[in-house]
């Protein structure tokens, strides 16, 4: 079955960086957009960044842009979410997602719903 597993989470101070990473495992992941999903406590799932099947374009919700760079290694079947310049409020469990339909252009990736299956998560908090 498919699966998804996050990794690179944990603690840092404000200004700090994490490099997040996404193993994916029984699926043609060089089809699939994907993006990173994030949750805050006590808060609605938000969608964070994507990126199209070929990695050539990428969209990122504003309170990250700038800070944050989505990517992937279709070689490796991997995705990455490096975030620097990291805030309080960036604390969340991060999600990879794999997206419903293959080939889906950047348009309708912003979204949660166009996302059918994610991994567990990986923890990131920024506090002093």
């Known amino acids: 079955q498919v699966q998804l597993v996050e990794s690179g989470g944990g603690s840092v101070q404000p200004g700090g960086s994490l490099r997040l990473s996404c193993e994916v495992y029984r699926f043609a992941f060089n089809k699939y957009a994907m993006s990173w999903i994030r949750q805050a406590p006590g808060k609605d799932l938000e969608w964070v960044a994507a990126?199209?099947?070929?990695?050539?374009?990428?969209d990122y919700t504003a309170s990250v842009k700038g800070r944050f760079t989505i990517s992937r290694d279709n070689d490796k079947n991997t995705l990455y979410l490096q975030m620097n310049s990291l805030k309080p409020d960036d604390t969340a469990v991060y999600h990879c997602a794999k997206s419903r339909l293959t080939y889906r252009h950047i348009h309708f990736l912003p979204r949660i719903n166009e996302y059918d299956i994610r991994g567990q998560g990986t923890q990131v908090t920024v506090s002093s």
């Open positions: 990126i199209t099947a070929g990695g050539e374009a990428t």
